[in-house]
């Protein structure tokens, strides 16, 4: 059994059914998600009597939520932005008068 204070953002493998999963909420129970998605809430008490180690977080970890690593790489409007470029680089415009910028 563990009395490891749950985190949000800690993974932890439950021994007993090998299953990994993530705390993402805690309050008065305890909410994790699994590692295939799924969504589970305990109590104190249960999370007191579970057998739980702590955990890496896998590699693929936001395959739950549909993305890829390719995916992650996108901003949020899914577009790509390459990691090595600055977007404001490619801002144009027409330069304000008494600018440096201006004819």
């Known amino acids: 059994m563990t009395q490891k204070r749950p985190e949000i953002g800690s993974w932890f ?43 890496a977080e896998p590699e693929d970890a936001n395959a739950a939520y549909g993305l890829t690593v390719d995916d992650q790489s996108q901003n949020a409007r899914g577009f790509s932005v ?3 470029t600055n977007p404001l680089d490619h ?9 440096d910028e201006s004819p």
């Not at 801002?91 to 600018?99: A, L, N, S, V």
Request: net charge negative; glycine share 10%; aromatic share 10%.
């Open 13 to 55: 493998e439950n021994i007993d059914g090998g299953l990994l999963f993530e705390v993402v909420a805690v309050d008065d129970t305890i909410e994790v998600q699994y590692a295939d998605g799924t969504l589970d809430e305990f109590d104190w008490e249960q999370w007191r009597e579970m057998s739980l180690v702590p955990a």
């Open 82 to 84: 390459p990691e090595d």
């Open 91 to 99: 801002i144009e415009g027409e330069p304000f008068e008494g600018t």
